[in-house]
């Protein structure tokens, strides 16, 4: 479904992506792993087309069809959407509002904000707080189902984990099994291994803007020290 292949990312002269390739297929869950600056929000960037950084060698096809060089809405409108680091929400909008802006109420295909609110029980309770008044967890929800709001195929996830208690950990990795259930494929950017193993049917490790590692989560599971030592936890 997602094809990326020998992809070479720059900023200004910073050569940060040296011909990284990757896929995603339909229904599939891929963990993109790697230690801080490694290059995983910069391929997920890439992939969107949002500047910094600027892709100026290999290619991006989705479903058959190159996406190198389209702009970043037309992307999303064929199916991709984007759960960005750091949760980028508005304060001075509600939850309510941050889903209708994307999808009106009266829309009844696809995701609403009614399923939205079904699959995420507690910004439902929140559906009138603004975004500034949310816990960490609730905005990694409410960006989740800002994601869904576009119905896409595909959806990049980066660190949506990232300061994260256990047991929001745990709600989050069950979040990613019921959208894999419903038939979406996810490109999902982790730093802890074991969150990653419990979703990923796929694995990719990235250091230093290669490939360093690529793997099908079973057989991780049966040898995980070669991986280990390429994310430096043993
Ligand atoms: N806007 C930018 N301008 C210049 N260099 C950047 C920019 N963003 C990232 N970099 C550099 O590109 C490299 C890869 O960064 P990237 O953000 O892709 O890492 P990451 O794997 O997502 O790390 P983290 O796990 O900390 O989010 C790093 O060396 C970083 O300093
Ligand atoms: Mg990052």
Redesign the pocket.
């Known amino acids: 479904m997602l094809d990326v292949r020998e992809i070479h990312s720059f900023?200004?002269d910073?050569h940060?992506l040296h011909g990284v390739s990757l896929s995603v297929a339909k229904g599939e869950v891929r963990a993109l792993l790697?230690?801080?600056?490694?290059?995983?929000?910069?391929?997920i960037r890439s992939i969107m087309n949002l500047t910094?950084?600027q892709v100026r060698a290999g290619d991006i096809t989705f479903k058959g069809e190159s996406l190198r060089g389209r702009p970043s809405n037309e992307i999303a409108r064929r199916g991709i959407a984007i759960v960005p680091?750091g949760r980028r929400l508005f304060p001075s909008l509600t939850v309510t509002e941050h889903l209708t802006v994307l999808k009106p109420a009266s829309v009844t295909t696809g995701w609403t904000v009614a399923k939205a609110f079904e699959l995420f029980p507690r910004l439902a309770e929140r559906r009138d707080h603004y975004g500034n008044q949310l816990s960490g967890g609730e905005r990694q929800m409410l960006a989740a189902a800002r994601a869904l709001m576009i119905d896409p195929e595909l959806i990049l996830m980066?660190?949506p984990s990232e300061g994260l208690a256990p047991v929001m950990v745990q709600h989050l990795e069950s979040i990613i099994l019921e959208l894999k259930a419903a038939g979406l494929s996810i490109l999902l950017?982790e730093?802890n291994l074991f969150s990653a193993l419990a979703v990923a049917d796929q694995v990719t490790v990235?250091e230093g803007?290669r490939v360093v590692y690529e793997a099908d989560a079973q057989s991780v599971a049966h040898d995980p020290g070669r991986l280990n030592r390429h994310l430096g936890v043993c």
């Open positions: 900023y200004g910073a940060v790697g230690r801080n600056g490694m290059g995983k929000t910069t391929l910094p950084p680091q980066d660190e950017v730093q990235l803007g």
